[in-house]
């Protein structure tokens, strides 16, 4: 089973300090990795691979640091790298994205399965996944928890909604962006970190893939971002100390003066 | 034809309560640039009286594609359908719910019929002169609120967050036309079957769309103590929410992970214990209308964000807090 994982590498914020005064991110310092929920994709290809077979390819639209991402993925168990990287690609949204993947895995031959992270914790907008199996006409299951069965033309998975969990067959190929539930991801063993610092990244440019200039990057995106603020980040809100008897009955009371004000009761 | 969309939700025949709300927002729009509000269903079995309470909440005409293949929501056919539709009428706005639905449908619509989307946004508005619609959303984080539009292509389409918006009140005197449209067989795609469904073992929780959430963290210790935050949850027939932390020690299910890897929710009130407040879990709670937070830290991250908060320990507060709200319903009651 042949198996492309489209990551993302993104700051790691789980550190991160605000900055009190503007509400900011303090971003001195902050280091990329691999979007968390990319990690339960890579984990789920790598675990169907080590099942089935076949290979798993990982591949990343971003600077040239991003190769980081795509050699730590391959230290995880990944096959080989992809780097999809030009200066053109720059300030895309979801829609010019997700045309640049898609025309990526027009490229890479035949495989049985696309797998992505539900969503990026930065962007956090979910759209890229289902962008690509639209691009690419491939049936899809998004917020998928679980796959129950796998046979050599199809998959069944259950994707976590609204009120449970919904169970699809469906053909293969076919893309599934997954959500933590469905696995645990492995840690690099030092044997894959070897592989990795060995294996050669293969790049791809706006040329490499002959990708019409108009669709991509910030030229190519439908959307364009035109105000920014920076929402004050305190509410300002009554904090009160509970200790002691008096203190925690005062502490109690004061709360439910609150809820009543607010008319929460 | 210009008009404002809304895509209601439903579920068994019975409407999702977000369609509502949609209806609410679309409402504000439309009358901004001076167009009808469209409601647009797909679905199965579907009673006139049901379809007649998305006139009632402010739409002006509905569609409704009615069909047993629609029951169930599968992105292939619900995107071949919507996206025939656009062609068709032309609206000028669509607006769906970031719900797992709308979350999936819309990114493939967008792709078909080659416009903009934003995901999830919290605050909507038309800009003058152009009437193209200014979509608001917190990014990075929920650091930043960034305005996004879609300049040069149509429909407008925009994902809005459950909880952001009240429904209209039901007008009575409210009248408009449902229109029953045939599904198009050519736009039926049936490679992706719906085998059955499974709920988890306990009730299954929903807390993008609940009023009151109720969430604890690390500092519960261990799983049998969320009985004391399950108690409070049921005292605002709210429910259990969870930090990454809980979730990844087994506490609770993900399906009631709050944050940036979780679910990002606006109830109208939050409550949480024993959470410090990464910035993960204060971008998914930020948009609460209140926020209560107990923590033993007074130092931690939460408290920047509460409009009430108690320092101390959780396992004496909570259970007076249970105490004091029984009480006053007790009192309530006679």
Redesign the interface.
Request: net charge positive.
């Given at each position: 089973m042949d198996i492309i994982i489209p990551i993302k590498q993104v700051p790691e914020?789980?550190n991160?300090k605000?900055d009190?005064e503007t509400?900011?991110?303090i971003r001195e310092g902050v280091v990329s990795v691999i979007n968390?929920?990319d990690l339960y994709a890579i984990e789920t290809g790598i675990q169907l691979k080590e099942k089935f077979g076949g290979k798993v390819t990982v591949c990343t639209m971003g600077p040239q640091s991003a190769v980081k991402a795509v050699k730590e993925a391959i230290a995880m168990g990944c096959d080989e790298g992809i780097l999809i990287s030009d200066k053109k690609f720059a300030g895309a949204?979801?829609?010019a994205t997700?045309y640049t993947i898609s025309e990526t895995i027009k490229k890479l031959g035949s495989y049985e399965l696309v797998i992505t992270g539900e969503r990026a914790?930065?962007?956090?907008?979910?759209?890229?996944?289902?962008?690509i199996?639209?691009?690419l006409g491939l049936?899809?299951?998004?917020?998928v928890?679980k796959i129950t069965n796998v046979t050599s033309d199809s998959i069944?998975v259950?994707?976590?909604?609204?009120?449970?969990?919904?169970?699809?067959?469906?053909?293969l190929p076919a893309l599934l962006t997954v959500?933590?539930?469905i696995s645990n991801p492995r840690l690099p063993t030092l044997r894959g970190k070897k592989k990795a610092r060995a294996s050669q990244i293969q790049v791809m440019s706006a040329v490499d893939l002959q990708l019409n200039d108009a669709c991509i990057g910030l030229k190519g995106?439908?959307?364009?971002?035109?105000?920014?603020?920076?929402?004050k980040?305190?509410?300002g809100?009554?904090?009160?100390?509970?200790?002691g008897e008096t203190?925690?009955?005062d502490?109690?009371?004061?709360?439910?003066q609150?809820?009543v004000e607010?008319k929460?009761? | 034809m210009n008009h404002v969309w809304t895509i209601a939700e439903q579920?068994k025949g019975k409407l999702?309560a977000v369609s509502f709300e949609l209806l609410s927002r679309g409402r504000k729009l439309a009358d901004k640039i001076g167009t009808k509000l469209c409601a647009v269903l797909l679905g199965a079995n579907v009673s006139d009286e049901t379809l007649q309470e998305l006139i009632l909440r402010g739409a002006e005409e509905v569609y409704f594609v009615d069909d047993a293949r629609l029951e169930?929501?599968i992105?292939?056919t619900y995107?071949n359908v919507l996206a025939d539709l656009i062609r068709q009428y032309r609206p000028h706005t669509i607006l769906a719910a970031a719900?797992?639905?709308g979350?999936?449908?819309?990114?493939?619509?967008?792709?078909?019929v080659?416009?903009?989307?934003?995901?999830?946004c919290t605050e909507l508005d038309i800009e003058e002169g152009t009437n193209h619609l200014?979509q608001t959303r917190?990014?990075?984080?929920g650091?930043?609120?960034?305005?996004?539009?879609?300049?040069?292509?149509s429909p407008q389409m925009a994902t809005v967050r459950p909880k952001s918006s009240r429904p209209l009140t039901l007008d009575r005197t409210r009248q408009g036309e449902i229109v029953r449209l045939v599904l198009k067989e050519e736009l039926v795609d049936l490679?992706?079957?719906?085998?059955?469904?499974?709920?988890?073992a306990e009730e299954?929780v929903?807390i993008?769309?609940a009023e009151v959430v109720v969430a604890g963290g690390k500092g519960l210790k261990k799983a049998e103590n969320f009985v004391l935050l399950r108690e409070l949850a049921s005292r605002?027939n709210g429910v259990l929410g969870a930090s990454r932390d809980a979730v990844d020690r087994g506490w609770l299910?993900?399906?009631h992970q709050v944050g940036?890897?979780g679910k990002?929710i606006s109830p109208?009130?939050y409550i949480c214990a024993g959470i410090s407040g990464?910035?993960?879990h204060l971008?998914g709670i930020?948009t609460s209308e209140?926020?209560?937070a107990i923590n033993q830290d007074?130092d931690a991250?939460i408290?920047?964000?509460?409009?009430?908060?108690?320092?101390?320990?959780l396992f004496?507060?909570i259970p007076?807090?249970n105490a004091?709200?029984a009480a006053?319903k007790k009192k309530e009651g006679e």
């Open positions: 914020t789980s991160v605000m009190k509400g900011t991110m968390p929920l949204d979801t829609w997700s914790t930065d962007g956090d907008t979910g759209q890229v996944g289902p962008g199996a639209a691009w049936p899809l299951a998004t917020y928890s069944t259950e994707r976590l909604v609204k009120d449970g969990y919904q169970i699809l067959k469906m053909p959500v933590k539930e995106s439908l959307t364009r971002v035109i105000k920014i603020q920076y929402p980040v305190s509410r809100g009554k904090i009160v100390k509970a200790s203190g925690l009955n502490a109690v009371e004061a709360l439910f609150f809820l607010k929460l009761i | 579920n999702r169930n929501f992105v292939e995107s719900t797992s639905s979350r999936t449908l819309m990114p493939h619509v967008a792709i078909q080659t416009t903009g989307l934003t995901a999830d200014l917190p990014a990075i984080g650091n930043i609120m960034a305005t996004i539009k879609t300049p040069n292509h490679r992706v079957q719906v085998i059955g469904y499974r709920k988890e299954f929903n993008e769309e605002f299910p993900y399906s940036l890897s990002t109208k009130l990464s910035i993960q971008a930020k209140y926020i209560v007074p991250n408290f920047q964000l509460a409009d009430f908060g108690i320092v101390g320990n004496e507060i007076l807090i004091k709200l006053h």
